[in-house]
């Protein structure tokens, strides 16, 4: 059986992919400066005698041909890290100070060469075209979806549909999890500026306090957009950064105030925006001060297509074992994998790497995060298996 050859190579191939995440893992490098990352998995395709070319700079672009001609579809794996410096006591520990993949993008991109070179094993066996996506820059706005999108990634040939997956610590090792329909959050940034007027904190009545003023508008920020993200239209506003850089007897001269608004509407995100302005506005007038607001609208709502994430369920399960497949809930982090769902029906599920025994439970984007790396062997054989699958139908 076809399902048992795959199962059969994913095992055969584990070692190998281990070697290509420790290696990725070692050498992260940030959005948009993924040239080492590039060139070695560029090395890796050569290998496997796949086709690439280059994209958006640092973008691998690979192409598998089946059989036969037959419809294309695209995997997507993104390679960029984050501005972390690591903390795990391992081997292979991050090389670049101050830089890390704290958010499993070595696993995605390792797991796609895998994926890609069971593909290719059994290229005789399936009719089709696989387009490989190796997108540099997911961490980072614009997004590298949106420039790879722009320079024509989703055209010659145009996939009918693509897939992603990504590392779930909270989710254990062996299981893996799908959500259909609005699955993770628009996000937008705020960057917002409160001036007042500074001087000596024992003259008042010669100032505008700025941080009275910065006050008073998160107070009707937060009881305007109360934290409703369980609710059926969820949203959240949050602020994580405030400068105001006085002192004990100094009244600065403006607040610096940074932050993010992310829902699962578009309608709601437009209002959403209109209303901030006019509170930020309001509240700056009536205490004589002024602001100054940029609203940099980040990554859309991700929507996963009902049919496609119905048929990639089911073929995880006929790989894994329903008991081993689960639903997942909604999510307000963002993903710039959401730019290609506007585009063609997506699927981005999740990879379970949690282990608590071998520690690997700590979150995304924290200086302690790991996988277990048992589960590149599931994810190089579900990935495939889920491509092979859908090019039947």
């Known amino acids: 059986m076809l399902l048992d050859r795959v199962k ?112 290719k094993e059994l290229s005789t066996e399936w009719n089709g075209t696989i387009k490989l996506i190796f997108q540099p820059g ?23 549909s693509i897939f992603a997956q990504h590392v779930f610590p909270s989710l254990e090792t062996g299981k893996v999890g799908f959500a259909a329909g609005n699955y993770m959050a628009a996000c937008d ?66 607040v610096i105030l940074e932050g993010t608004f992310r829902t699962m509407d578009e309608d709601i995100r437009k209002e959403g925006q209109k209303t901030i302005t006019e509170i930020i506005s309001s509240t700056a007038q009536k205490w004589g001060g002024d602001y100054d607001l940029r609203i940099e609208k980040g990554y859309p709502v991700l929507l996963n297509d009902e049919e496609l994430t119905k048929r990639a369920r089911t073929s995880a399960e006929e790989y894994m074992g329903k008991q081993n497949v689960v639903t997942l809930e909604p999510r307000m982090t963002s993903e710039d994998f959401a730019y290609y769902s506007r585009l063609k029906p997506c699927c981005f599920y999740r990879l379970g790497t949690g282990n608590i025994l071998k520690g690997t439970t700590d979150g995304l984007h924290t200086p302690t995060f790991n996988v277990d790396e048992k589960a590149l062997e599931t994810s190089i054989g579900l990935m495939a298996w ?7 139908e």
């Open 8 to 119: 059969s190579l994913a095992a055969k191939n584990f070692e190998t992919v281990l070697t290509y995440r420790r290696y990725i893992h070692e050498r992260p490098e940030l959005s948009y400066q993924e040239n080492n990352t590039a060139n070695y998995i560029s090395t890796i395709l050569e290998q496997f005698d796949i086709p690439y070319t280059r994209m958006a700079n640092t973008g691998v672009i690979g192409i598998i041909n089946g059989n036969k001609p037959g419809k294309t579809i695209a995997l997507r794996a993104d390679i960029d890290a984050l501005p972390i410096e690591e903390k795990n006591d391992i081997p292979y520990k991050s090389k670049n100070k101050g830089v890390m993949h704290a958010c499993g993008h070595d696993v995605h991109a390792s797991s796609l060469l895998g994926t890609a070179k069971i593909l």
């Open 138 to 160: 997911e961490e980072k706005l614009p997004g590298g979806a949106s420039i790879l999108i722009k320079e024509g990634v989703m055209e010659n040939p145009a996939p009918s």
């Open 386 to 392: 889920i491509a092979i699958k859908e090019l039947e």
């Open 189 to 254: 940034e705020i960057y917002l500026t409160v001036k007042g007027k500074g001087g000596h904190a024992a003259l008042t009545k010669s100032t505008i306090n700025p941080l009275l003023i910065t006050s008073e508008i998160l107070l009707k920020l937060q009881s305007t957009f109360m934290d409703n993200s369980t609710t059926a239209s969820p949203l959240v506003l949050a602020f994580g950064k405030m400068n105001a850089n006085g002192a004990t007897n100094i009244i600065p001269g403006e």
